[in-house]
């Protein structure tokens, strides 16, 4: 993600430097390229933009099919029922993955209360997820945690479909992480 932001504001700053200073007079065509400059930098974005949600070798192949998945997405995190009537192999894919989203963000609610990490560590854990992921903390989520020692906590968390497991401290202090489940 740090390496799209950096391509996007490298392109921002050579279509600035090759673009006329904007004035009052500004031609037709000069506005054209411009606005043509600016979809295509949200395009970029746009196809950027949660890639984490794919199963692993599907990618939408067109507008429409991301459309789709995106409308999928959107059923399922929010807890609507499977539209019947889209028979779309975006949107069942796009379910899918808001369904297995929706799971992760409602995990901690299942979990025994004896199993819960101190907020610290859920903090700590949370911010090298993110920085790993190149996401926002709030991307994070936790499926899983337990206490193998005193002030040690294994703590699984998700991002999309990928996982990893912090080993931490009660202060949110970073023993060890790993890539994948629990």
């Avoid at 933009?49 to 794919?54: L, Q, R």
């Avoid at 929706?102 to 090298?128: S, V």
């Avoid at 992921?133 to 990928?162: C, D, M, N, Y």
Wanted: hydrophobic share 40%; charged share 20%.
């Amino acid at each position: 993600m740090k390496r799209i932001i950096a391509i996007l504001t490298a392109t921002t700053f050579c279509l600035q430097a090759g673009i006329q200073p904007v004035e009052a007079s500004m031609s037709d065509k000069d506005k054209a390229a411009a606005a043509a400059a600016a979809i295509a930098i949200l395009g970029i974005a746009a196809l950027a933009h949660n890639k984490h949600h794919y199963q692993e070798g599907y990618e939408p192949s067109d507008g429409e099919e991301m459309a789709e998945f995106e409308r999928g997405y959107r059923d399922a995190v929010h807890g609507y029922p499977y539209w019947e009537q889209n028979r779309t192999r975006g949107y069942a894919q796009g379910y899918q993955a808001g369904d297995l989203e929706r799971e992760h963000a409602m995990a901690h609610r299942q979990q025994a209360r004896d199993a819960k990490a101190p907020p610290m560590a859920y903090q700590g854990c949370a911010q090298i997820v993110a920085q790993n992921f190149a996401v926002g903390t709030h991307q994070v989520h936790f499926t899983q945690a337990r206490s193998p020692g005193k002030h040690e906590w294994l703590i699984e968390a998700a991002v999309g479909r990928q996982y990893m497991t912090c080993k931490i401290r009660d202060t949110g202090e970073l023993i060890d992480l790993t890539g994948g489940r629990l």
